[in-house]
């Protein structure tokens, strides 16, 4: 009788969770005495204050060699120029070759060379974000094809997440205790945590907005981007006891 009594209280409190996840993932313990499964979000906004560039650069030759020789030519002046704005050895990943013969086909099947690509990435991280700009110019001067990636970071970031973090175990604690009150028991001590998982975004949000004005070539109008906002957020799962 009184396991039964126990297993209802212990499903009525999961029903009141209605706003979280399911209860428990599988293989998560949990004890034997009346307790709730409760989940928490942390999230902490930040202006970024640096932003990570990745340029591509591609050759397509009809040579293997001369392909390289153009893309290694264009990752060397852009390295060349990185000191410039800053950027130290620390803050700049070149990645290896990637070179192969481009192939395509026919209607009738038969195999057709386009010549040889080569590839390679160089991802830089710039500190001083009034130069964006100019470091993106730099880049396609230097031979690059594409920037295939452009994320805005903040240099706090281990703090950041720490602070997501701790709003989230924060957030659980609370809403097991609402719980708690509501069928007039007590909180107890932590039994086990199932899971904690952080995520990074980036976002133009339209309450948060700051302009940034980069200076342009000489001649030419500035270009002009609208800095985002960073976004470090963290969720927790935890099973607490009730006191008896």
Do not use: C, W
């Amino acid at each position: 009788m009184e396991s039964t009594m126990r297993l209802a209280t212990t499903l009525a409190l999961y029903a009141l969770l209605s706003a979280a996840p399911p209860p428990a993932h599988a293989g998560t313990p949990l004890p034997d005495a009346p307790h709730i499964v409760a989940s928490g979000q942390g999230e902490v906004e930040a202006k970024p204050d640096q932003v990570r560039v990745t340029f591509q650069f591609n050759s397509l030759q009809p040579a293997p060699l001369a392909a390289k020789q153009r893309v290694d030519a264009g990752v060397a002046r852009l390295l060349a120029a990185l000191p410039g704005f800053g950027i130290g050895d620390a803050d700049v990943t070149a990645s290896d070759l990637d070179a192969a013969e481009d192939v395509d086909y026919d209607d009738d099947g038969r195999r057709i060379s386009r010549g040889y690509l080569a590839r390679r990435e160089v991802t830089a991280t710039l500190h001083d974000l009034d130069r964006f700009n100019a470091l993106l110019d730099g880049g396609l001067a230097a031979g690059a094809v594409a920037i295939s990636q452009v994320e805005f970071e903040s240099s706090q970031a281990p703090e950041l997440r720490q602070q997501a973090k701790a709003k989230a175990v924060e957030d659980a604690r609370r809403e097991a205790s609402e719980v708690a009150r509501s069928f007039g028991a007590t909180l107890g001590p932590v039994y086990s945590v199932d899971s904690v998982n952080a995520r990074f975004s980036a976002g133009y949000g339209a309450q948060s907005l700051d302009r940034i004005i980069v200076t342009g070539s000489r001649g030419q109008a500035p270009g002009r981007y609208l800095q985002p906002r960073v976004s470090y957020a963290a969720s927790v799962t935890a099973v607490f006891e009730l006191e008896r």
